[in-house]
């Protein structure tokens, strides 16, 4: 958000107020009033102003009641910015006073003479905290109502006022295309000199892309650094949406690149290649059409962050027509084509707003990326060298293992993929046009890298797993970083400085608290960032989200298929589910069918001959670069004449690759000596930090969220595996944990969450569990309380290092509410949960009633549910009743067909879990097992028990169910016999 008071905006609320006269004016003369010229500092009043109200707005920020209040009064200076602000836009304007000056046009916005204007400028800085102010309001509101720009590197104090002034909305509308142009990825930290170098080329086009008053100011060249800065600013924050609808905005909107995810799993790493497309003009883009693919197949797509979409979970590509093939996709309405052009070198980064790898252009400095190689000895070697001079890497796979590299399954045959690549200094002397993508355009660089980034509009890292910074500039002789805490006091909290041009500093284990804190990159006496680096967790939730998101419960009152549905809280009901509590007791015979001993299905999975349809987007045309290695560059038409540029671009017909030479050739002396390589000068501090996010890390990220659209989760599980598989993983975990509670549409697809209130639910033998919004802070106290009390909490890891359970024991439940009465979380205990929770709910048949039947979809492939094998196998089409897998324009949906269904062609959509469970019902032989030796209830792995029927399953441990590939089955510990018999009964009525 920028505070740019436009004449309209003055005209409406001159309106509003019955202003008469010209309202800036007006204003100037209203603020004059609050300013003390005489003898004090300038701007007391408002300072007095100011810290009363931080006090009193965010005094209390570090306590949940605080943080998730909404109702914050904005800054009280305002008004006082805004005529700073008019100031800065008489900048240029005139010839009475220098371009760059700014004080003077201050002192005629105020009509103050000469000696009132020289104690203004000495209590200026003080403006700075001010501007803070109006950034932390903005932040507080999750960007809600605008993001925080306020912001200068250079001319610290009055550079901010200018930096809302000199570029207008319509200019910063343009600027996606220039980032565009120049390959620079969305959410990038780049500094201003850098920008201002690439600025000047950009606005030097013709025609020229920006309006005349901002290119009037370019040319006086006193305001392009200001103007760089302000760049700077919008391209930290740009999302890669576009926002101007002009005709070169739409052509540099239209994109599509490879997307890739790496996959960790027992048996070792695994990648998947994907697209992530941006079709111009299109407005709700719900299929594409491969037309370089000879059978024109469709891909449903769903939306993505920035306007982008993406193939719908479950989609399948030919990975080798995927990287090495032209790929061209249309819009089915518009006719809107987007094209990608194979590249021999492809840089992967990560997008933190999709959550995957997305090819960019060319490395940044600094960035984590991978490198995707075509398997040419030549080119690989020429690769490796320049990354071994001028940074770091990891391994190196291959489709199949060699002497030199790793095998990762999904990599394309000849293909080769670098890991954990830095460019830390700018190679020298790089002139094949393949190697261009490893030249960082910019020569300076500060990122926070790694680290758990959460989710929501403003950046924000976990406080738990903080982001490590990297800092490159080329040909620095010390580098120096500040980390500085900022609020109501300015603390420097660390500094390190070296004689290096590359330093990296993990942020782990300096246990800073949540609050934001201001990085300083200083090379030599030099600042050249200034980036604020904003640190959060559970203890400090995101206020908005935490009021707005809808409140869920599962009301059986109100909603017949509440048992794997929760739904918008009435208020009202008598039977609910809330978290781990039950209120209410169903009214209904009991059910009496015991579980039967053992497991009922195979141990050994049966072949299905399943095999997922995959896309073939296109060939590689075997004459092309791709293949030979030899570019065709296509060079513009010549029409005589003297050259107007001094140097000249060509493409490549093939790949697309651009190469620069100049207007005039150059002779090489052969007498010159060849230019020195690049010198890399690394300051390591510490060992490498881990940057996948843990599962803990992520469950206090989603207490700190609250609540919303699904995607705010999976967003999260990203950090720890960005495929839609662990997505889906993940929501139902937190959900059977009962952490968090899930509405889910006709389809049983999720669509918002919210997590639940802090319950200690009542285990089996575990004690008392900690469930729901458990905050670090709050954990602590509990621990104080029962330990005075004479028990202690308890913390229990997770299986393969999944999600940790908490406990409290040695206390009584009469004396565990005391201590959480005393804490004043009243009803906070649930007593014997599990079996409250079972009481409540539904037999399946009555679940499956409730479940709206729908024609079976069209189709082109589906595969049937074996109760037997309980694997998937294939079938020529729905017919029989039972459980199945159909695939539909590449998106794959289960349905359940009882026996009417088959007759009058209908079914009804579920989960996958569920329509299995449905078919073992209809069959006779539920999908449970029990192992009473263990007192394990067990279900084939895959079919885990839906909704709160899994939940109070997972209830008695207190942990999720533990996987046994030996017995292909999932097991719920420390289920008593009589609740095993009880969830049988209701999954077999």
């Known amino acids: ?210 309006s005349s008053n901002l290119k009037n100011l370019w040319g006086r060249g006193a305001a392009r650094e200001r103007i760089a800065g302000v760049a700077a600013v919008e391209l930290r924050l740009w999302d890669g949406a576009f926002r101007d609808t002009s005709e070169q905005s739409l052509t540099a909107s239209g994109q599509v690149g490879l997307c890739a995810n790496l996959r960790q799993s027992f048996g070792g790493r695994s990648i998947e290649f994907s697209f992530v497309a941006r079709v111009p003009r299109a407005t709700a883009v719900s299929e594409l059409v491969v037309s370089s693919a000879e059978a024109k197949p469709i891909v449903g797509v769903i939306p993505a962050a920035g306007g982008r979409v993406r193939p719908i979970p479950g989609s399948r590509f030919d ?11 249309q819009e089915p309405d518009s006719g809107e084509t987007i094209t990608r052009r194979p590249r021999r070198l492809v840089p992967l980064r990560r997008d933190e707003l999709i959550g995957a790898l997305v090819e960019t252009d060319r490395l940044q400095l600094a960035d984590d990326v991978l490198l995707l190689v075509k398997d040419d000895s030549r080119l690989l070697g020429n690769v490796l060298a320049v990354i071994d001079q001028c940074g770091i890497r990891g391994d190196i796979y291959r489709s199949i293992a060699s002497e030199d590299a790793q095998a990762l399954p999904g990599l394309p045959e ?50 738990l797993q903080p982001p490590e910074i990297r800092a490159a500039v080329a040909e620095a002789e010390t580098i120096t970083i500040t980390i500085t805490s900022v609020g109501d006091e300015v603390v420097e909290r660390y500094q390190w400085s070296e004689q290096a041009n590359a330093m990296v500093i993990p942020l782990a284990g300096l246990e800073l608290e949540d609050g934001d804190y201001e990085v300083t990159l200083q090379v030599d006496d030099e600042v050249l960032s200034r980036p604020t680096l904003r640190l959060r967790s559970a203890d400090t939730p995101d206020a908005l989200t935490w009021e707005t998101c809808t409140s869920l419960n599962y009301e059986f009152d109100w909603s017949p298929t509440a048992a794997i549905s929760a739904n918008a809280s009435l208020g009202t009901a008598n039977l609910f589910v809330d978290g781990v509590s039950t209120i209410g007791l169903r009214d209904r015979p009991r059910l009496d069918k015991p579980v039967p001993e053992g497991v009922g299905w195979a141990a050994k999975k049966a072949s299905s001959g399943v095999v997922q349809p995959v896309v073939v987007l296109g060939s590689a045309d075997p004459k092309s670069c791709m293949v030979t290695g030899k570019h065709y560059i296509q060079l513009p038409t010549w029409h005589g004449g003297k050259a107007t540029a001094k140097t000249i671009q060509g493409v490549c017909r093939d790949c697309g690759v651009v190469k620069t030479s100049p207007t005039r ?50 967003r999260i599980a990203a950090h720890v595996d960005g495929t839609s598989l662990f997505a889906d993983e993940f929501v139902r975990a937190l959900e059977v944990a009962g952490h968090i509670d899930v509405r889910r549409d006709d389809a049983m697809a999720p ?26 802070s709050m954990r602590a106290v509990l ?19 999944g999600l940790s359970s908490w406990y409290v024991r040695g206390l009584s439940g009469d004396r565990l509410e005391n201590v959480t009465d005393a804490m004043s979380l009243p009803h906070a205990v649930v007593r014997d949960a599990a079996r409250r929770m079972l009481a409540a709910l539904p037999p399946l048949s009555e679940l499956e009633a409730a479940m709206p039947d729908v024609p ?59 329509v299995k469970h449905l078919a073992g019902r209809a069959a006779g032989r539920p999908l449970l097992g029990y192992l009473s030796a263990s007192e394990a209830l067990v279900v084939p792995i895959g079919a885990d028990l839906p909704g709160l029927y899994g939940r109070v399953a997972a209830l008695c441990s207190g942990q999720l169910p533990r996987s046994s590939p030996r017995t292909r089955s999932l097991a719920y510990l420390d289920v008593p016999r009589d609740i095993a018999d009880g969830l049988h009964s209701l999954l077999a009525g």
């Open 1 to 210: 958000m920028y505070l740019e008071i436009t004449p309209e905006v003055f005209a409406s609320v001159a309106s509003e107020l019955d202003v008469v006269g010209d309202p800036a004016r007006r204003l100037a003369e209203v603020v004059r009033e609050t300013l003390y010229l005489d003898d004090r500092n300038g701007f007391d009043a408002h300072r007095e102003r100011f810290q009363m109200w931080r006090r009193h707005e965010f005094g209390l920020a570090s306590t949940r009641v605080k943080r998730t209040s909404t109702d914050l009064a904005p800054p009280p200076v305002v008004a006082l910015l805004a005529v700073l602000v008019l100031a800065a836009e008489r900048m240029g304007r005139d010839a009475n006073q220098a371009a760059h000056a700014y004080y003077p046009r201050l002192a005629e916005v105020l009509n103050v003479d000469e000696g009132e204007a020289a104690r203004l400028k000495q209590a200026f800085p003080i403006t700075e905290t001010f501007w803070r102010g109006l950034n932390d309001y903005l932040v507080a509101h999750e960007g809600r109502i605008g993001l925080p720009t306020a912001d200068a590197l250079s001319f610290r104090y009055v550079g901010i006022p200018q930096s809302q002034a000199l570029v207008r909305a319509a200019d910063r509308a343009k600027l996606p295309v220039f980032f565009t142009r120049f390959g620079l990825a969305p959410g990038s930290e780049v500094i201003a000199t850098d920008l201002e170098r690439l600025m000047d080329v950009w606005i030097g086009g013709s025609p020229c892309p920006v």
């Open 319 to 329: 990975a080798a027509s995927l990287v090495g093939a032209l790929m061209e996709l």
């Open 414 to 463: 000849g293909w080769v993929l670098i890991d954990g690549v830095q460019m830390l200094t700018v190679p020298r002397g790089v002139k094949h046009v393949d190697l261009h993508a490893l030249v960082p355009l910019t020569t300076a660089q500060l990122n926070f890298a790694g680290g758990l980034k959460m989710p929501g509009r403003i950046r924000k890292f976990s406080s």
């Open 665 to 714: 050739p150059r002779w090489k002396n052969v007498h010159t000596p060849d230019e020195a390589p690049a010198e890399l000068h690394l300051a390591q501090y510490t060992t490498d930090v881990e940057l996948q996010a843990q599962w803990d890390v992520c469950l206090d990220t989603v207490v700190h969220v609250g609540g919303g659209p699904i995607s705010a989760l999976e």
């Open 751 to 776: 669509q918002e969450w919210e997590a639940n209130p802090a319950y200690l639910a009542e285990t089996m033998r575990n004690g008392f569990l900690l469930a729901g919004v458990w905050s670090p």
């Open 783 to 801: 621990e104080r309380e029962v330990k005075a009390a004479g028990g202690q909490v308890t913390r229990v890891a997770g299986a393969d290092s």
């Open 856 to 914: 079976i979809p069209q189709h082109s492939k589906a595969t049937m549910f074996s109760l037997r094998d309980a694997s998937w196998q294939n079938v020529p089409g729905v017919g029989a009743p039972g459980a199945y897998r159909v695939e539909q324009a590449f998106r794959r949906l289960s349905i359940w067909v009882d026996q009417g269904g088959a007759i009058s062609r209908t079914a009804r959509i579920g989960s996958v879990q569920l």
